[in-house]
């Protein structure tokens, strides 16, 4: 078992590098030789940058992976449910980034912040960073239903349309609780 943790940490640690240099190559392998050990250093990611709110997170986790894999078995997908848990798993590395990378700036540089041209310019590198982080996740979504499912660009759309609304739903009701103060899937 410590081997199979060990050989996990160094395949994901690769594979974290391979998500942001070649995204498309390393999700054809994360999907045909990923390891489910690999998700145990990816919920203590999760864990870290969430740690109050855990299982939430995970039950977040939990739905999305059964919403996308009766979504994409109902219209055709050919994928494995290993598969789909393996890439949606590797998606939470852009949230996590946020989730650290916003606590760290507010200790930082705490709000209120200004209107002047450093409060600008933090607000407006906050954003390029928050949206760059965004696209990421929207490109390992959409690997994940791609090599996961085994889809083509038409159904991977027909599957976020179920998704969607639901997991907008379930986000809604995470906020209205008072679990999460930002939307996140």
Do not use: H, N, Q
């Amino acid at each position: 078992m410590l081997d199979a943790l060990l050989i996990a940490g160094v395949s994901f640690c690769r594979t974290a590098i391979g998500l942001v240099v070649r995204p498309y190559e390393t999700y054809r392998r994360i999907i045909d030789r990923g390891s489910a050990w690999e998700l145990v250093f990816i919920a203590s990611l999760v864990a870290v940058s969430a740690f109050r709110f855990v299982i939430a997170a995970f039950a977040t986790y939990a739905i999305v992976v059964a919403a996308v894999w009766v979504a994409g078995e109902r219209i055709g997908g050919k994928g494995t449910l290993r598969g789909i848990t393996l890439g949606w798993g590797y998606t939470l590395i852009p949230t996590s980034c946020w989730f650290l990378m916003t606590s760290l700036l507010y200790i930082v540089l705490p709000p209120p912040r200004t209107t002047s041209a450093a409060g600008i310019a933090f607000s407006v590198l906050f954003l390029v960073l928050s949206a760059t982080l965004f696209f990421w996740k929207l490109t390992l979504g959409y690997l994940t239903l791609r090599f996961g499912l085994k889809l083509d660009l038409a159904r991977i759309l027909l599957v976020v349309s179920v998704v969607g609304p639901i997991m907008g739903a379930w986000s809604w009701g995470m906020y209205r609780l008072g679990i999460f103060k930002v939307p996140f899937v």
